[in-house]
């Protein structure tokens, strides 16, 4: 189990050394489940509060672009309409 510590901090993996030191308590004997289990969940929970970051800042690029074409679209429409309408003609 110590290679897989050794892993962790060579690869600075923290999870790495945390499964290392649940292993090195399977091999006394305790009951691993329940750790296991709730390390994976910490896991999880980690991973996708990351992934919904990641989902907020790729929203929020993406406002100026989205207004920018909104803005675009209407002046498209609203431009020849106003030009008829106060009798402008090319």
């Given amino acids: 189990m110590g290679e897989l510590r050794d892993l962790g901090e060579e690869l600075q993996v923290a999870e790495l050394r945390n499964l290392a030191d649940i292993a090195a308590v399977a091999a006394d004997g305790a009951s691993v489940y329940n750790t296991l289990l709730a390390s994976a969940r910490t896991l999880r929970h980690a991973e996708l509060s990351d992934a919904r970051t990641e989902a907020n800042q790729v929203s929020e690029r993406m406002s100026r672009?989205?207004?920018?074409?909104?803005?675009?679209?209407?002046?498209?429409?609203l431009v020849p309409f106003m030009l008829r309408m106060?009798?402008?003609?090319s």
């Fill in 65 to 77: 672009p989205l207004a920018l074409l909104v803005t675009g679209l209407t002046l498209f429409v």
């Fill in 86 to 89: 106060f009798g402008i003609s």
